[in-house]
């Protein structure tokens, strides 16, 4: 366990200790927020960093306000907020034994690209929708590969690479719906999958004050992969999209309850 985690567990047993008072609440929230002030000030290259990338992302939706005001004006406040997390975790760019990289690093580049396009994936029209999932899903498939590479692997990371996924085919499943591309009980199945696993990590937190490993075997994708590729065909009107999805969002609940079950046997 790093510093960093240790200080986060200290901090929700305190919280939980106080049964989610609003006081505890408010004392929570405050000192997060002072920890993130002084790792801006340690980390003060990796903050610069993030706000180049910040002005840069603003400057493309700046582009894009000539073709699309209103998207334009969701897409910034959308970045803003993707480009806060960031910069308010820069505490995470840690390998798992707290060694900190002192960079951004390429790997979360691409996660922060693949979340950057959700506002466009909601209103895309089908052949552009196609072509970001594609984009996104090469991104997704390279990301790991390089952050190990490059010795590039960090808790942070591996949030934001999931974080960006689940957003990413959320929206995409929004937009194919629509379009009148994807039954909206499809749809469905996707965001509350996805809202699931949010919630999860929510009460890990809140309720055990330890973060939640992801599943390191190779199964753990599959119903990721078949959620991508399921949506992938119904940008193209081809069949098996709401079977594919179907079977992708069931069999993530499957592997879930099954890491629930063995968490909780006894050694």
Do not use: C, K
């Not at 990301?143 to 996924?165: N, S």
């Not at 085919?169 to 696993?197: K, M, T, Y």
Request: proline content about 5%; overall charge positive; glycine content about 8%.
């Amino acid at each position: 366990m790093t510093a960093g985690e240790a200080w986060a567990r200290d901090l929700l047993e305190e919280l939980r200790a106080h049964r989610y008072r609003p006081r505890a609440w408010a004392h929570f929230l405050a000192r997060s927020f002072a920890r993130a002030r002084a790792t801006r000030a340690e980390r003060a290259s990796e903050h610069r960093q993030t706000l180049l990338v910040g002005a840069a992302g603003l400057a493309v939706w700046a582009a894009v306000a000539g073709f699309d005001p209103w998207l334009a004006l969701a897409g910034t406040g959308w970045w803003l907020l993707a480009i806060a997390m960031v910069d308010w975790h820069l505490g995470m760019l840690d390998d798992e034994s707290g060694q900190p990289l002192r960079r951004l690093g390429l790997p979360n580049l691409l996660s922060l690209a693949r979340a950057a396009i959700v506002p466009v994936l909601l209103v895309a029209a089908p052949a552009l929708l196609f072509a970001l999932l594609l984009l996104a899903g090469a991104t997704d498939a390279i990301d790991g590969r390089l952050a190990r590479a490059r010795g590039e692997e960090t808790r942070l990371g591996l949030w934001l690479d999931g974080g960006a996924d689940a957003l990413m085919l959320s929206a995409a499943a929004i937009g194919a719906a629509r379009h009148d591309l994807l039954p909206w009980w499809a749809a469905a199945l996707v965001l509350g999958w996805h809202s699931l696993q949010a919630l999860a990590v929510t009460l890990a937190y809140l309720l055990r004050a330890q973060s939640p490993r992801r599943a390191a075997s190779p199964l753990a994708r599959v119903p990721g992969l078949a959620l991508f590729v399921g949506l992938a065909l119904a940008t193209l009107e081809l069949p098996l999209a709401g079977p594919l999805i179907s079977l992708g969002a069931l069999g993530a609940l499957t592997l879930t309850l099954a890491r629930a079950r063995r968490a909780e046997a006894p050694a």
